[in-house]
């Protein structure tokens, strides 16, 4: 169906108060948001209950609910969407959710700009106010940038974009479980592991007796014996206990979330049986993003 002008914006607003209450939103409320005279607005609610797009609830605390009809009509989903956030700096700006997000030009030299769709009041927005938006439920994309302009109407930000941040939504699995595990036993030496993690060109080595891991050396580790003449020492003496694993079926953005929040640069990843089968580190990451890593993914997508 083909809605007014006035009725679009008479109906997102009704859906942005509806969302913030949780009740029925009576005429009036609507009228002071949109600063037009509450004559107006009932009739226009007539004309909207009508269409089915609007519900209404009588008795003193009544007023109007949307319909499944009004999301549909108005290109929403219904409110069991996934939420994507909006932040206004480091504040989360509440009532207000992204629901699209469209890139409208890509092909300048020195910018790119993107309409912003919103479930909310825009003019909690500025011009010149810096925002981020997401992350976003799949592929995590975190956009930053600094809005240029506003369409009230159709709840629109116009924004000129930062930056773009993006952790694909494969698994852990996809990334980190290598053709053969390279791990040390513990009966080796550091001078040991030295020659290993240099042969292999690694920064990293989980310590493994049998299917068993026992601990983690790093480079960082070896480099600190030798300057302390302890390379004969055993690894066991000086790996580290404690040891920060991930399901090879978790997401790489979870992956990313837990390594930023124990200040580590590796995880182990384990099967279903909880045996180590891989190593999944920082760098994995980083060339996961930049998309130097993309050709190896995209041969297992196409087996």
Do not use: W
């Not at 609910?65 to 069991?80: A, C, H, M, V």
Request: with cysteine.
């Amino acid at each position: 169906m083909e809605l007014t002008i006035v009725q679009k914006e008479i109906l997102q607003e009704l859906i942005s108060i509806y969302r913030e209450k949780n009740k029925a939103v009576k005429g009036t409320e609507i009228a002071v948001k949109l600063s037009r005279n509450p004559g107006t607005i009932r009739n226009q609610m007539q004309a909207l209950r009508a269409l089915n797009l609007v519900d209404g609830v009588p008795g003193p605390k009544g007023g109007y609910i949307p319909t499944s009809l009004t999301y549909r009509s108005l290109g929403l989903e219904t409110e069991e969407e996934i939420t994507v956030p909006i932040y206004k700096r480091d504040d989360l700006v509440e009532g207000v959710s992204v629901i699209k997000i469209v890139f409208d030009t890509v092909t300048r030299e020195k910018s790119c700009s993107s309409k912003i769709y919103v479930n909310g009041d825009t003019r909690k927005f500025s011009e010149g106010d810096v925002v981020k938006v997401g992350p976003t439920h799949h592929n995590k994309i975190v956009i930053l940038g600094r809005v240029v302009g506003r369409d009230d109407i159709n709840h629109i930000l116009l924004m000129d974009v930062i930056s773009v941040a993006s952790v694909p939504g494969i698994t852990v699995g996809d990334v980190g479980i290598k053709e053969e595990l390279i791990f040390i036993t513990p009966e080796k030496t550091i001078r040991d592991a030295a020659k290993l993690l240099s042969d292999a060109n690694i920064s990293g080595i989980p310590v493994m007796d049998g299917k068993k891991l026992l601990g983690v050396l790093s480079l960082h580790d070896v480099a600190d014996a030798v300057s302390r003449g302890l390379e004969n020492e055993n690894v066991t003496k000086l790996m580290a206990e404690k040891i920060y694993t991930i399901s090879k079926n978790e997401k790489i953005y979870d992956a990313l979330i837990l390594m930023e929040k124990h200040n580590v640069g590796r995880l182990i990843v384990l099967d279903n049986e909880e045996i180590a089968i891989g190593i999944l580190t920082r760098t994995d990451i980083l060339n996961l993003i930049e998309g130097t890593i993309f050709p190896k993914i995209l041969k297992k997508y196409l087996k």
